[in-house]
T-cell receptor, first 116, second 114 residues
Framework: DGGITQSPKYLFRKEGQNVTLSCEQN?????MYWYRQDPGQGLRLIYY???????QKGDIAEGYSVSREKKESFPLTVTSAQKNPTAFYLC???????????????FGQGTRLTVV | AQTVTQSQPEMSVQEAETVTLSCTYD???????LFWYKQPPSRQMILVIR??????QNATENRFSVNFQKAAKSFSLKISDSQLGDAAMYFC???????????FGQGTRLTINP
C-alpha cells in the first residue's frame, strides 16, 4: 500500500544533541513537508520541498535542517540550536498543493520527540 | 497575516445528533482551497473534506458537509448523525492557489457522548 512512513514513533533526546527524524513516501509525490504540532497551536510549517535537491523554510525553521536527496525521502534534523524541541512532528507529502484538482496533503503517523 | 481561526477549542455532541464546527480565515486572495482534517487519538491526520473557493456549491462527503461563505470568510463543518468514531481533533486549513504553504487553525476537540 502507498503511504508515508515516519520513524521512529517516539524519540528521546538529551539536551545538546542533534537528532534526525525519518520520513519516507512511496506515493511518487513531488512535494514534502514537515510540520510541528504543539498543544493549542495547531500545525506550524517547518520546511517544505517541492523537488529533489531544493527546499524552503517555513514559519519556524530556526534550529531545524532538512535534505531532499531522493524524491522518496525528506529527513528532518532537530539541532541543538532548537531551544524547545519537545513536540509532535508530522511529515506530509502531496502532488503540488494549490494547483487545482484533487489537491490534498497526506500525512505520516508522526514522531513524538521528547528532550530529557 | 494570513490566518485561520477556530474559535471553539472544544465541542461535544450526543451520538446521532448534528454538530457544527466553526472556522474563519483572513486573506485578500480570491483563489484558494479550504480543508477540514480529522486527527483521532492515533494522531493520524485524515482529510475529511475540501472546498475550492471558486465553487459556490458547498462540498459534501457522506455525513460531512461544509457551509462556505466566501464574503464572510467562513468555512464551517457540519457533522450529521454523529458517531463515536467521529471523536477527534478537527483542523481547518487553507492554501492559496499556486502556493505551497498549508495554513492550519488551532483545532477543535470534538467529543461524542453515547
Amino acid at each position: 500500500d502507498g503511504g508515508i512512513t515516519q520513524s521512529p514513533k517516539y524519540l528521546f533526546r538529551k539536551e545538546g544533541q542533534n537528532v534526525t527524524l525519518s520520513c519516507e513516501q512511496n506515493l511518487n509525490h513531488d512535494a514534502m513537508y514537515w510540520y510541528r504540532q504543539d498543544p493549542g497551536q495547531g500545525l506550524r510549517l517547518i520546511y517544505y520541498s517541492q523537488i529533489v535537491n531544493d527546499f524552503q523554510k517555513g514559519d519556524i525553521a530556526e534550529g531545524y535542517s532538512v535534505s531532499r536527496e531522493k524524491k522518496e525521502s525528506f529527513p528532518l534534523t532537530v539541532t541543538s540550536a532548537q531551544k524547545n524541541p519537545t513536540a509532535f512532528y508530522l511529515c506530509a507529502s502531496s502532488i503540488q498543493l494549490g494547483t487545482g484538482g484533487r489537491t490534498e496533503a497526506f500525512f505520516g503517523q508522526g514522531t513524538r520527540l521528547t528532550v530529557v | 497575516a494570513q490566518t485561520v481561526t477556530q474559535s471553539q477549542p472544544e465541542m461535544s455532541v450526543q451520538e446521532a445528533e448534528t454538530v457544527t464546527l466553526s472556522c474563519t480565515y483572513d486573506t485578500s486572495e480570491s483563489d484558494y482551497y479550504l480543508f477540514w482534517y480529522k486527527q483521532p487519538p492515533s494522531r493520524q491526520m485524515i482529510l475529511v473534506i475540501r472546498q475550492e473557493a471558486y465553487k459556490q456549491q458547498n462540498a459534501t462527503e457522506n455525513r460531512f458537509s461544509v457551509n462556505f461563505q466566501k464574503a464572510a470568510k467562513s468555512f464551517s463543518l457540519k457533522i450529521s448523525d454523529s458517531q463515536l468514531g467521529d471523536a477527534a481533533m478537527y483542523f481547518c486549513a487553507w492554501i492559496i492557489q499556486g502556493a505551497q504553504k498549508l495554513v492550519f487553525g488551532q483545532g477543535t476537540r470534538l467529543t461524542i457522548n453515547p
